[in-house]
């Protein structure tokens, strides 16, 4: 019994290896190689923007602009550059893959003015509007690239 569970376990595991082989080699978007730590690095500061966008958007609709200003700065702004290692990362980077990169971060900025503003002026519209600027940049490189 033990033996048919280790080899229906070592089977399971022999397919998805070679469905993720194939899924790979059936996606179109290029492969950007990447030093494994900075794989690592990347997805880590990708999640923090996740985890950004979603704190941005409880503060939107809380009403807390300035909150809302605030994370998208020094998480996803141009603020935020050097605190995840922008620097370093770009060089392993297409320089398509870098020009996307660079306009996430200046939208953040640009969406964190406009949250600001939101807090006198009211006009929610134009504050989801700019945000959805920062996530356009974010579906524009993960349509056209993938890391392995």
């Not at 376990?9 to 030093?35: E, K, S």
Request: net charge neutral; charged share 15%.
């Amino acid at each position: 019994m033990r033996r048919t569970l280790k080899t229906i376990a070592l089977l399971a595991t022999i397919a998805g290896l070679v469905g993720c082989a194939t899924a790979a080699a059936d996606d179109p978007r290029q492969l950007v190689a990447l030093p494994a730590p900075m794989t690592q690095h990347m997805l880590s500061n990708m999640r923090d923007h996740l985890l950004a966008l979603t704190e941005i958007q409880r503060a939107l609709g809380a009403g807390a602009y300035q909150r809302a200003a605030d994370v998208a700065e020094q998480r996803i702004g141009l603020s935020s550059l050097e605190a995840h290692g922008a620097a370093h990362m770009a060089a392993f980077m297409p320089q398509p893959m870098q020009d996307i990169g660079t306009q996430m971060h200046r939208a953040a900025s640009r969406f964190a003015l406009v949250a600001q503003e939101t807090g006198a002026d009211g006009n929610v519209a134009r504050a989801v509007t700019a945000l959805s600027s920062v996530t356009e940049q974010c579906v524009a490189c993960h349509t056209a690239y993938r890391a392995h």
